[in-house]
């Protein structure tokens, strides 16, 4: 096996951001050190962007908002489900990460984060789901899929700004009537399922991994008005 060889690097307030490569289908993307993500392995973050998007393949203009670029499998899976009139957008922290996606891994998802119905907004995914939640009824969203290395597990607190009860409720009013909120995360966590249910979704998961410890999604429906 060849060896894995750093091709871009940038500084991140979690460390060093690095890109590496082995072949021309085998990258990692590691922080401080940490693998947050390989080609080789995305299942999970292609399940997560189909299952988040299926309902909308008849709408005639969705809007879906992704939270983390990554190496942009999660949004290739969203691309292919929706229509022509979509509108994606994607919340990414580090700028670093969209040129990776428009260069050296652009092939790996046939230029994903090139397609004529994404924007890539370089800021936390928070306040863009704050901003839909606090306007009007044509700023929200029929989906939103979170993509993020680190999901909600056993130690997130109830107070964590994407995953506690108030971040959840306010993800609950970025959607439209019948919206989904998709999440990824390493392994199920009751509390947080708890917590969707608690203001008003209708939650149910999956684990699409094969082996070992399997990945999770959390599929998460607004109801009502």
């Known amino acids: 096996m060849k060896p894995l060889v750093t091709i871009e690097s940038a500084q991140t307030p979690d460390g060093l951001l690095a890109l590496k490569k082995r072949d021309e289908h085998d ?3 590691t922080v401080g050190g940490r693998v947050l993500m390989t080609s080789t392995a995305h299942r999970s973050e292609v399940a997560l962007g189909a299952v988040a998007c299926k309902r909308l393949a008849t709408f005639a203009s969705p809007r879906v908002l992704v939270g983390g670029l990554g190496m942009g499998f999660t949004l290739r899976a969203v ?20 040129q990776w996606c428009r260069g050296p891994l652009a092939h790996l998802t046939d230029r994903a984060v090139e397609d004529p119905r994404v924007t890539v907004a370089i800021e ?32 997130t607190d109830k107070k964590d700004p994407l995953y506690g009860a ?9 959607l439209k009537s019948g919206g989904i909120f998709a999440i990824w ?3 199920f966590d009751p509390g947080f399922a708890r917590r969707l249910e608690k203001v008003g979704f209708e939650v149910r998961h999956e684990k699409p991994g094969k082996g070992g410890l399997k990945h999770v999604i959390y599929i998460a429906q607004r109801a009502g008005s």
Request: aromatic share 4%; proline share 4%.
């Open 166 to 174: 108030k971040a959840v409720d306010t993800a609950r009013r970025a």
């Open 27 to 29: 990258f990692l993307i």
């Open 79 to 98: 691309l292919d489900r929706l229509p022509k009139g979509a509108k994606v957008v994607v919340a990414e922290l580090n700028p670093a990460v969209e």
């Open 185 to 187: 995360g390493e392994a």
């Open 124 to 155: 936390d995914v928070t306040k863009s789901i704050t901003r839909a939640a606090n306007s009007g009824l044509e700023a929200r969203f029929d989906a939103i899929v979170i993509d993020l290395y680190v999901g909600p597990d056993a130690g």
